[in-house]
């Protein structure tokens, strides 16, 4: 804890090897992030480098993270994904299963979860809503806490867990289908 | 492949697990280029407020706010807000003070009347000057006594003034012509008035003026 509130110190007073550990640490973990939420690379990889500028701006108004850079830093990148996509209708570029089974083979993951995997990005993809997916991802693959997660997203702890649950509720049933377990 | 039984939130929530691990990585080099354009930003933004003679404040170690000295700061604000107070209350002072110098300065709104002179005549340059309204002009007229006589004068300098000479129409009725100057040089001045001579005794009420001789009748014989 202290050694993240020296980090912000040093970031709002724009050290150069602060500034730099911080996009180290958190740009890959941002660009994932965006992947994971159906974004192209390309666009990810723009997101991502607008996240940092934005968060430049903010120190230069005084008004830099006061704690908790990495939600932050969540929350900016969030607010960017919802701004383009209220801006223009978004054009899926990334077919998270096509990701899946093209760029990344765990060697260790069995044919049948591979399996389960595609059918579970396809899932996510077609039925949830982009505020379901967002909670769904900032919990169970960026492990932001219910609170953390509130705060990136803009609502309260209840509307979370609401959403939460609807996601998983949609993404066990629509599983259950594909499977034919239903 | 034999239909599998339907999966529980937990199982869902371990294939959300593994998925994470299945996103590619942020490509290195376009990672090395964002974060040299970040790095970029950061030393010009720095150097922008350096420029700017050390105003930002937020050091100290004290949760790093980063506010602006004599803005964001608590005293800052304060000194601004007593400085504005302090001003405001110095020009309600000088305006109730010099008030009724304001009221007569921002009354100035007479009308600059030009005077215009004219000239009647060259012979002797008059200035005319506007009657008031609320006189009424008194006519008055020179009594003319007798028969007029034809006086021819020369063209005569009197106090640089050219006289014109008169003249006499046809019918023996002199013109008038608008050389008054108020002189009447060269005229016989009037009598008096008499009580019974055509003025009714009143001095100041002009006679009236002679009829012109009519031509004698031819007597019957």
């Known amino acids: 804890m202290k050694d993240e509130s020296a980090l912000l110190n040093a970031v709002v007073s724009l050290d150069q090897d602060a500034l730099a550990s911080v996009f180290d640490e958190y740009a890959p973990a941002i660009f994932k992030y965006l992947l994971r939420l159906g974004i192209g690379s390309q666009e990810a990889d723009q997101i991502t480098g607008d996240v940092f500028v934005r968060l430049l701006e903010k120190i230069k108004e005084g008004k830099g993270p006061q704690k908790n850079l990495r939600s932050y830093l969540f929350q900016t990148a969030y607010h960017l994904v919802v701004d383009q996509s209220r801006e223009r209708q978004r054009i899926t570029t990334l077919d998270m299963a096509d990701t899946v089974v093209q760029d990344s083979q765990p060697v260790s993951a069995m044919a049948e979860d591979k399996l389960l995997l595609e059918k579970l990005a396809k899932i996510m993809e077609r039925e949830l809503t982009e505020e379901q997916t967002n909670v769904i991802v900032l919990r169970f693959q960026e492990d932001f806490s219910l609170k953390e997660t509130a705060e990136i997203v803009g609502k309260n702890i209840n509307a979370v867990k609401a959403l939460q649950n609807r996601g998983i509720n949609k993404l066990r049933d629509a599983m259950s289908r594909e499977n034919g377990g239903e | ?221």
């Open chain 2, 1 to 221: 492949m034999s239909p599998r039984k339907p999966l529980n939130t937990k199982e869902i929530t371990e294939l959300l697990s593994k998925l994470k691990a299945e996103t590619p990585d942020y490509p290195s080099e376009l990672m090395a280029a964002k974060k040299a354009a970040f790095l970029k930003q950061a030393v010009n933004i720095k150097i922008d407020q350096t420029g700017q003679g050390g105003q930002h404040g937020g050091s100290g170690g004290s949760g790093g706010s980063g506010a602006v000295l004599g803005g964001g700061t608590v005293p800052g604000v304060l000194l601004q807000a007593l400085i504005g107070i302090t001003v405001v209350t110095a020009l309600l002072l000088a305006a109730y003070a010099y008030r009724d110098q304001l009221g007569n300065g921002s009354g100035d709104n007479s009308v600059v009347v030009q005077e215009v002179v004219a000239i009647s005549s060259p012979l002797a340059p008059e200035t005319v000057t506007t009657i008031p309204s609320s006189i009424t002009p008194e006519l008055t007229a020179s009594p003319i006594i007798g028969t007029p006589t034809l006086s021819v004068l020369d063209e005569t300098s009197i106090n640089g003034a050219s006289v014109v000479e008169e003249s006499q129409s046809d019918n023996g009725t002199p013109n008038a012509i608008n050389t008054d100057n108020g002189l009447h040089l060269g005229q016989t001045p009037g009598t008096p008035a008499v009580p019974g001579q055509g003025n009714s005794g009143n001095p100041n009420k002009p006679d009236k003026p002679d009829k012109p001789d009519k031509p004698d009748k031819p007597k019957k014989k």
